[in-house]
Nanobody, 123 residues
């Protein structure tokens, strides 16, 4: 079993920044991908960014390119999402997910999830 715990969400004004953290514990795998997803009310969970935990290959959805950055700290089993130039449309619950294998974009392909952290961007 893999346990994920997100932190770092909150309320910020448009143009501000937040850094989300996802700490992983429990069972470890040699080939995993970690993704940050978000889900706004009434919308599907969408991939924001992903990273191959071993090799660092990253992916960003178009709407966050140039503003968000995903990174990992292997020593502490933690993945971060640095979010800059936040916009009201970034408001959502942000979830950290883990899947065994290469990164994918579909939420249904991820095996483990954290409880989520709320990000609210005011205009």
């Amino acid at each position: 079993q893999v346990r994920l715990e997100e932190s770092g969400g909150g309320l910020v004004q448009a143009g501000g920044s937040l850094r989300l953290s996802c700490a992983a514990s429990g069972r470890t795998f040699s080939n995993v991908a970690m993704g940050w997803f978000r889900q706004a009310p009434g919308k599907e969970r969408e991939l924001v960014a992903s990273i191959r935990y071993s090799g660092g290959n990253t992916y960003y959805t178009d709407s966050v390119k140039g503003r968000f950055a995903i990174s990992r700290d292997s020593a502490n089993n933690t993945v971060y999402l640095q979010m800059n130039s936040l916009k009201p449309e970034d408001t959502a619950v942000y979830y950290c997910g883990v899947r065994v294998g290469a990164p994918t974009t579909g939420a249904s392909t991820y095996n483990y999830w954290g409880q989520g952290t709320q990000v609210t961007v005011s205009s």
